[in-house]
């Protein structure tokens, strides 16, 4: 809608002027403070405006959940830290990832959330502005399941699918690492900026082994010495990033073991969290898909295992 378009603009205007006062940048603003930036420039930017709700409500919420969004910007452009990106485009992304993220669904789809932040970035951002929004959202919108997609056209339905075969190819390895503790057995997970838990995996090096590659990336992440047990298996993703186009991402999983001892989790743009659970917390954990396979994988084993052990 026409109204809420202007709102968008407006807001980031208002975004704009906040991160750009050098005493006031990475500081939290006050809801005052920021409605009242923000009523200045509908005063000056939209007199005769009234429905400003949507306004209001967006703008707090882009405040709200800045540190979280930074986060997984960094992780959909990892080439690319905040304070690197123009201040146009870092809110403009703010405003997007906030709205794809955290609202209503119903009031704005996902689609319409992406489509007004390129039209925001074409509109106010340089000349690559709209192509970087548009690779980074489209980026986001691919890791949380393309919600909504059911709904698009029946042109984009169509569209040539991508030939994986000419995708430059990047390799990782990762693990479900398990310890005990008091004689139960704990499984450890990392928890990504969208809100899922996963396992903990890295990038391997060219010509590099991938099972001493996956030590390394472990030690590095989430500091336990593990040791490789079995192959679980093996995924692969079409990545997009920003800048570099997209890329085959394949993955190798193991089952791996370590001496119990606390997660000390790397700082990271793409990880906010890292933890040990039992296997009986693990189903109410949220957790993408073509990770359940795998963990499922390694309990089958852990308890032959064991059982193999009973035997006399």
Known sequence: MANRHL???????????????????????????????????????????????????????????????????????????????????????????????????????????????????????????????????????????????????????????????????????????????EGNILFGLVHDVFGYWTLSKGKITFGENVEDGTIKALKKEIGLDIKIEEKLGENEYVASHPEKGKSLKKVVYFLAKSDYKELVLEKSGGLDGARWFELSAIPELRIYNDIIPLISKAVEIINSDAKSESRP
Not at 23 to 38: F, Q, W, Y
């Open 7 to 181: 709102s968008r603009s407006i807001v980031l205007q208002a975004l704009f002027e906040w991160d750009f006062m050098p005493d006031k940048k990475g500081s939290n603003p006050t809801p005052e403070e920021v409605r009242d930036v923000l009523k200045r420039n509908l005063k000056e930017f939209a007199p005769g405006f009234e429905d400003d709700t949507f306004a209001f409500s967006l703008i707090e919420q882009v405040l709200k959940k800045r540190a979280t969004v930074d986060e997984i910007i960094e992780k959909a452009a990892p080439d690319w830290p905040i304070d690197r990106i123009s201040i146009i485009d870092r809110n403009i992304l703010r405003i997007g990832l906030t709205e794809l993220l955290f609202g209503d669904r119903k009031e704005v789809p996902p689609k319409v959330a992406i489509n007004e932040a390129i039209e925001l970035a074409k509109t106010f951002g340089g000349e690559n502005s709209g192509k970087f929004v548009n690779g980074v959202l489209g980026a986001v919108y691919k890791e949380i399941g393309e919600p909504g997609k059911e709904q698009i056209s029946k042109k984009k339905k169509n569209e040539e699918p991508v030939d994986i075969s000419k995708l430059p190819v990047e390799t990782l390895g990762g693990a479900l690492v398990y310890s005990k503790k």
